[in-house]
C-alpha cells in the first residue's frame, strides 16, 4: 500500500512530469518549423534526403524513416550497411536494425542473412507479429514469408577486404576499424558509417530507426547496440529521440539512446543529453576505450537537435525547413 508521503511525492512527480511535457509541447508550438530529419554520419545526406519525400509531403515520420534508411542499406559504398556491408570473420554478412513509431510500437532484427532492407523487416516485426525482436534464421524465415527476396550482401570489394583481413585473421576488431579507416580516410580513426535516423513530422510525431551490418569480422552472431532498443534506439514522442554509432559494447553497457532521451526528459538540451551519454560511458570504461569511436544524435519535442561523441571525427547531417541539407561535426570528449 502506498503512504501518504510517498503518495504525495508521487503527484509531486507526476505534476513536474506533466508541467514539463506542457512546457516541452507549449515550446514546440512556438518553436518547430516541421518537419524534420537527422542522421548519423555526412554520406547519410542522401537518406535524409529521401525520407524527405515524405517529410514534405506531410507523411509519417515512420514512413519517411523507413524509405530514408533503405537508400543507406542499398548502398554498396557503404561496408557499415546493408548491402556491401563487411562480412563477420567467417564471410557472413549478418544485419541488425530497429524501427520505433510515436505510438511506442517497435521491432528489431538481429543477425539476419541474405535480406538487403533490415530496417523494413524490423517494421513488419513491429507491425505484424505479437513480437519485438526476431533473429537469425527466424527473422530469415519472417522476411521471406512477408515477400523479401533472399540476395547475395557480399559485394565483390566487401569480399576483397575481407580476403586481405583472413591473412592475419587477427580478430581485434577495433584495430580492424583503424585500419578500415585509414585506407578510406588517413589520419582518421573510425570505420563507421552505421545509420541511425530520426525524424519529427508535419503533425509533431517522432519515429527512428537504426541499420548496420556491424563491426567488421566480428564473431559469429555476435549482436551490437543498434537493433537493441534503448541502446542504439529510443524514441518517446512525449519527449524527444536519440540514436547512436560506434563501438556498440559500450553503448550497450549505458542503454545509450534511452540514456539520452530520459536526460532530455528532466530538461536537457539534446546535445547535453547526448554529452552525458557519453560521459556517462567514458566515466565507467575509461581505460578500454582506446581508438574507439561512439556518437550519440539527438532530437527533442521542440524539435532542437544536438550530438556529441567521444572522440574527434563524428559527423551528422540533418534536413529542415525548405529542405535544406545541413553536415555538421558533432562537439566531442577526447582529442585524437
Ligand atoms: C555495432 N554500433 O554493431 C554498431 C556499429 C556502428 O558505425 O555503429 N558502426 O556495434
Not at 566487401?158 to 588517413?186: D, F, G, Q, V
Not at 561512439?294 to 534536413?319: D, P, Q, T
Request: some cysteine; charged content about 25%; overall charge neutral.
Amino acid at each position: 500500500m502506498i503512504n501518504r508521503r510517498k503518495f504525495l511525492r508521487h503527484s509531486v512527480l507526476s505534476t513536474g512530469a506533466i508541467l514539463l511535457a506542457q512546457q516541452l509541447n507549449a515550446k514546440s508550438k512556438l518553436e518547430v518549423k516541421l518537419p524534420l530529419v537527422i542522421s548519423t554520419w555526412a554520406p547519410n545526406v542522401k537518406a535524409n534526403k529521401a525520407a524527405w519525400e515524405i517529410l514534405s509531403k506531410s507523411g509519417r515520420a515512420i514512413d519517411a524513416i523507413e524509405k530514408g534508411v533503405m537508400v543507406t542499406e542499398a548502398d554498396p559504398e557503404d561496408t557499415s550497411v546493408g548491402y556491401g556491408g563487411l562480412p563477420d570473420r567467417d564471410g557472413r554478412v549478418t544485419l541488425d536494425a530497429c524501427i520505433m513509431d510515436e505510438l511506442g510500437g517497435c521491432g528489431s532484427v538481429m543477425c539476419i542473412e541474405n535480406i538487403i532492407h533490415p530496417v523494413s523487416v524490423a517494421r513488419l516485426v513491429m507491425e505484424k507479429t505479437p513480437h519485438v525482436v526476431l533473429v537469425g534464421e527466424g527473422a530469415y524465415a519472417f522476411a521471406l514469408q512477408q515477400g523479401f527476396k533472399k540476395e547475395n550482401l557480399l559485394t565483390p570489394n566487401s569480399e576483397k577486404i575481407w580476403k586481405e583481413w583472413l591473412k592475419s585473421s587477427k580478430y581485434n576488431p577495433m584495430e580492424t576499424m583503424k585500419h578500415m579507416k585509414e585506407k578510406r580516410a588517413p589520419g582518421s580513426i573510425d570505420n563507421h558509417d552505421t545509420i541511425g535516423m530520426l525524424a519529427m513530422d508535419v503533425n509533431g510525431n517522432l519515429s527512428g530507426a537504426c541499420s548496420t551490418s556491424g563491426m567488421a569480422f566480428k564473431m559469429k552472431g555476435r549482436v551490437g547496440d543498434s537493433p537493441i532498443i534503448g541502446a542504439g534506439l529510443f524514441v518517446d514522442n512525449e519527449v524527444g529521440a536519440a540514436t547512436a554509432t560506434g563501438v556498440g559494447e559500450e553503448v550497450i553497457r549505458i542503454c545509450g539512446s534511452h540514456t539520452g532521451v530520459e536526460e532530455m526528459r528532466y530538461g536537457k538540451s539534446p546535445r547535453e543529453a547526448c554529452q552525458i551519454a557519453v560521459e556517462r560511458m567514458y566515466k565507467l570504461r575509461k581505460n578500454n576505450l582506446n581508438d574507439m569511436q561512439i556518437g550519440f544524435i539527438a532530437v527533442n519535442k521542440s524539435g532542437e537537435m544536438g550530438a556529441f561523441a567521444l572522440r574527434e571525427g563524428f559527423n551528422y547531417c540533418y534536413r529542415i525547413g525548405e529542405g535544406v541539407d545541413v553536415v555538421k561535426d558533432a562537439e566531442f570528449l577526447l582529442k585524437n
